[in-house]
């Protein structure tokens, strides 16, 4: 099977859709798979009109993680077994860093590499009943993308241990209760609580959506003090854009607005 057919691209209006396909092994990841998502994600933010990136997985899974039969393959016991580490680490931060917000819908099994595509994500929507964990530390193995540099900033140390050093699986429910995902649903309602969370952010200016996004991100990394400059600066960029100026106007005007996205 071609790699676009594991990993699929649907644009949707202003909604950018990632499909992980491959269902028999529970969407688990391989390199060309992590390749080709890192292509989509600079696909979507050079493509004006896509304001969300929606992340999922077929056959009612999101995704087990990496590829064992690949990863033991090519990279168990090997001289080049970081290798791995620093490719998921890689496009895992593209997928934090990028401009346009994504959106990581939960079902099935959310654990180990499909666990840190998760908390790549800005937003993390579950069906009550998914199986959400980090997990490496059933197999002895370490997550090397992201899971002791982000999940500590979402739900603090104790939390975080008590995640990771136990390799247990949370449902949505206790992930929401967490503080590790925004929302949890029936499955029978995740669809319509995904378009509900989406519809809130494709409204928005991406210019505007995009500095919001990236200073937030910086937000735990640096003091106060400069911390305000860079608020202080953001708050001159967004004054100055075509976004603002057509966002105050529409509204003295009684309309809604239309993004230029600058």
Same mark, same amino acid.
């Given at each position: &099977?071609? /790699?676009?057919?594991?990993?699929?691209?649907?644009?949707? =209006?202003?909604?950018?859709?990632?499909?992980? #396909?491959?269902?028999?092994?529970? #969407?688990?990841?391989?390199?060309?798979?992590?390749?080709?998502?890192? %292509?989509?994600?600079?696909?979507?933010?050079?493509?004006?009109? @896509?304001?969300? !990136?929606? /992340?999922? =997985?077929?056959?009612?899974?999101?995704? $087990?993680?990496?590829?064992?039969?690949? @990863?033991?393959? %090519?990279?168990?016991?090997?001289?080049?077994?970081? *290798?791995?580490?620093?490719?998921?680490?890689?496009?895992? *931060?593209?997928?934090?860093?990028?401009?346009?917000?994504?959106?990581?819908?939960? %079902? =099935?099994?959310?654990?180990?590499?499909?666990?840190?595509?998760?908390?790549?994500?800005?937003?993390?929507?579950?069906?009550?009943?998914?199986?959400?964990?980090?997990?490496?530390?059933?197999?002895?193995?370490?997550?090397?993308?992201?899971?002791?540099?982000?999940?500590?900033?979402?739900?603090?140390?104790?939390?975080?241990? %008590? !995640? &990771?050093?136990?390799?247990?699986? !949370?449902?949505? +429910?206790?992930?929401?209760?967490?503080?590790?995902? #925004?929302? $949890?649903?029936?499955?029978?309602?995740?669809?319509?609580? /995904?378009?509900?969370?989406?519809?809130?952010?494709?409204?928005?200016?991406?210019?505007?959506?995009? !500095?919001?996004?990236?200073?937030?991100?910086?937000?735990?990394?640096?003091?106060?003090? $400069?911390?305000? +400059?860079?608020?202080?600066?953001?708050?001159?960029?967004?004054?100055?854009?075509?976004?603002?100026?057509?966002?105050?106007?529409?509204?003295?005007?009684?309309?809604?607005?239309?993004?230029?996205?600058?």
């Amino acid at each position: &099977m071609a /790699v676009e057919d594991e990993i699929q691209f649907e644009r949707d =209006g202003h909604v950018a859709r990632v499909w992980l #396909n491959r269902p028999w092994k529970k #969407n688990c990841v391989t390199v060309p798979i992590l390749d080709r998502l890192d %292509e989509i994600i600079t696909e979507v933010d050079e493509d004006p009109e @896509l304001r969300v !990136l929606v /992340v999922r =997985g077929r056959g009612g899974t999101f995704c $087990s993680g990496f590829d064992l039969d690949s @990863l033991k393959a %090519e990279y168990v016991g090997k001289s080049n077994a970081i *290798d791995v580490a620093v490719k998921s680490a890689k496009v895992c *931060d593209r997928l934090y860093s990028m401009k346009t917000p994504s959106v990581a819908v939960l %079902e =099935g099994h959310v654990t180990a590499g499909g666990f840190e595509i998760m908390i790549s994500c800005d937003f993390a929507i579950s069906a009550d009943d998914a199986k959400i964990g980090d997990f490496h530390i059933r197999r002895a193995l370490f997550g090397g993308a992201g899971p002791i540099y982000r999940v500590p900033r979402m739900i603090g140390i104790r939390k975080t241990k %008590e !995640l &990771m050093l136990t390799g247990k699986l !949370l449902s949505g +429910v206790e992930a929401a209760e967490f503080g590790l995902i #925004n929302k $949890s649903a029936p499955a029978d309602k995740l669809d319509a609580t /995904v378009e509900d969370f989406i519809g809130d952010l494709v409204d928005k200016s991406p210019f505007t959506m995009w !500095l919001t996004k990236m200073t937030i991100d910086r937000s735990l990394d640096a003091d106060t003090q $400069s911390l305000m +400059v860079m608020e202080h600066l953001a708050v001159g960029v967004a004054l100055n854009s075509e976004d603002a100026s057509e966002g105050v106007s529409a509204f003295l005007e009684k309309r809604e607005p239309k993004w230029q996205g600058r």
